[in-house]
């Protein structure tokens, strides 16, 4: 009879164990030193081994050759207690034996000695459902319990166990497996079945199961009977609804772009091929975690659940945006998520929240809009700017930009450009002007014109401060020309537009401030 390859290869020694060194650490100690308590309490997420330790142990325990942390593997406890039959290892799954009835005939069954072996090892499963009642009935036990009695209670939600309860037990978190040892059992289970996959077939699967040993593990087992011997990650993603960073990195891109279509595109292709929209705005926050995380880490990090491969386009997506900008995008996605899981027009919502993604890109700080209409100067940005790139000076890209903006009529833009000074990176163009000019480079028209000219989507910083551009001062024009070209500028006449019952009683020529 065919045995999944989670049970195959269950741990049987505490050697064999991943991911919980101080858990194994302890209890080898313990037996070592014959400190061997009356209670334990295991918690932790699922998966990450808390029945396989109490089994563990429990084989320690009532090993002919021990107590000992290396039971010998072939005496019939050991052989009994793998197979779950040994008759003093008892296992209770407290989600079906929760009441008060069960704890009184576990309580009458811990007065007698073990039939055959050392201790009467009592694991309990899914702890966390027994009922008060329950625990108060098994109280006395565990705190007086007979010499030869161990419980262990196992459970996902330790701060449901009441405080009575763990105040007799020495409790142990179990944490989840860390990524790379992940990658790495599963990689030696597949050469042991024969099975062949490379990196980042392991590297999904191991995302799949989120710190999870028997979560990717059956993962792993639904590919082999998918796929066969050979496992190809494009066909694991698909049969696992899992979205491959090219497909989540559409998004990136149209935020870089700003680009509303093709969001809209986004939900159509994922509508078009029946994928769960839940299930992408799930992934999608997750996505821009991992890049924020890659941002601040400023390179591969151990928090980033992913192959070093993955890490390195996350961090050239990274690239792309400010911290901000990506705390910015987590909260909207986790939020549009949160929406999705009520929502009756699933489609609706994901539009709507992608479209949210790219105005929030559009977004102006307080300190800078009062930079841009004269107020206070906006603070000055801390990292040092990038390296001029030497494939293109900067007059080139100056006159270029220039004449492009001429060409679209954005007169004004032109002007500030003249007075700005620029330096271009790979994916970041910073400019430098007087607070006279910054507001005229807010906008999607002057960026849609630069990544024209450029060739290629990059982040534009407007920073405020004196450049060498910087108009020579001159005689000041009469003040009815003054005013006359402050009231046909764009943004003042948007502002009365918004203010209708406004009006402008004074105008200064800042020059002469």
């Not at 005939?105 to 009467?120: F, G, H, M, Q």
Request: charged fraction near 25%.
């Amino acid at each position: 009879m065919y045995q999944v390859i989670a049970r195959k290869y269950r741990p049987q020694t505490f050697a064999e164990l991943i991911g919980q060194e101080h858990v194994k650490t302890t209890l080898e100690n313990a037996i070592a030193q014959r400190r061997i308590a009356h209670g334990y309490i295991f918690s932790g997420q699922r998966g990450t081994g808390k029945t396989t330790v109490a089994r563990i142990m429990a084989r320690c325990l009532n090993c002919v050759q021990g107590p000992t942390a290396n039971p010998c593997g072939v005496c019939a406890s050991c052989l009994e207690t793998a197979l779950g039959s040994s008759p003093d290892v008892i296992e209770i799954d407290a989600a079906s034996n929760r009441g008060i009835n069960e704890m009184r005939e576990l309580r009458e069954n811990v007065r007698y000695r073990p039939s055959r072996d050392r201790y009467k090892v009592f694991i309990v499963d899914e702890a966390h459902q027994i009922t008060s009642e329950a625990f108060n009935a098994l109280l006395k036990t565990l705190e007086e319990p007979p010499e030869w009695v161990v419980f262990i209670l196992c459970t996902t939600e330790a701060h449901k166990i009441p405080a009575t309860i763990v105040s007799r037990c020495q409790q142990f978190s179990f944490r989840s497996v860390d990524f790379a040892q992940l990658v790495e059992r599963m990689q030696w289970i597949a050469k042991e079945e024969g099975i062949t996959a490379d990196a980042e077939t392991f590297s999904v699967l191991a995302q799949v199961g989120e710190g999870s040993v028997r979560d990717s593990l059956s993962a792993l087992d639904q590919a082999i009977a998918c796929c066969g011997n050979e496992l190809k990650a494009v066909e694991v993603r698909g049969l696992l609804g899992m979205f491959s960073l090219d497909s989540l990195g559409a998004v990136a891109k149209a935020l870089n772009n700003g680009d509303s279509k093709a969001m809209l595109d986004v939900v159509a292709d994922l509508e078009a091929n029946g994928r769960s929209l839940q299930h992408f705005a799930r992934e999608l926050a997750r996505y821009f975690r991992n890049v924020l995380v890659v941002k601040i880490s400023r390179g591969a990090t151990k928090l980033v659940a992913a192959s070093p491969p993955e890490q390195e386009t996350l961090g050239k997506v990274a690239a792309q945006f400010s911290e901000e900008d990506l705390t910015r995008y987590l909260r909207l996605t986790l939020d549009l998520f949160r929406d999705l899981q009520s929502s009756l027009q699933p489609r609706l919502h994901l539009e709507l929240g992608l479209l949210r993604l790219v105005h929030a890109g559009k977004l102006q700080s307080i300190e800078e809009a009062i930079a841009g209409i004269g107020g206070a100067p906006a603070a000055p940005a801390k990292p040092a700017p990038p390296k001029p790139n030497p494939d293109r000076q900067e007059g080139d890209l100056r006159s270029r930009l220039h004449a492009a903006l001429l060409e679209a009529k954005q007169t004004y833009v032109a002007d500030a450009l003249e007075h700005s000074e620029l330096v271009e990176s790979a994916t970041e163009l910073v400019l430098t002007t007087p607070k006279l000019y910054a507001m005229n480079f807010k906008g999607g028209d002057f960026t849609a014109i630069v990544h024209r000219v450029i060739g290629r989507p990059v982040k534009i910083t407007v920073k405020i401060g004196e450049t060498e551009r910087a108009p020579a001062p001159a005689a000041a024009p009469p003040a009815d020309e003054v005013a006359t070209r402050a009231l046909e500028h764009p943004e003042v006449k948007r502002f009365q537009e918004l203010f209708p019952d406004s009006q402008v009683r004074t105008v200064r020529n800042l020059r002469d401030v």
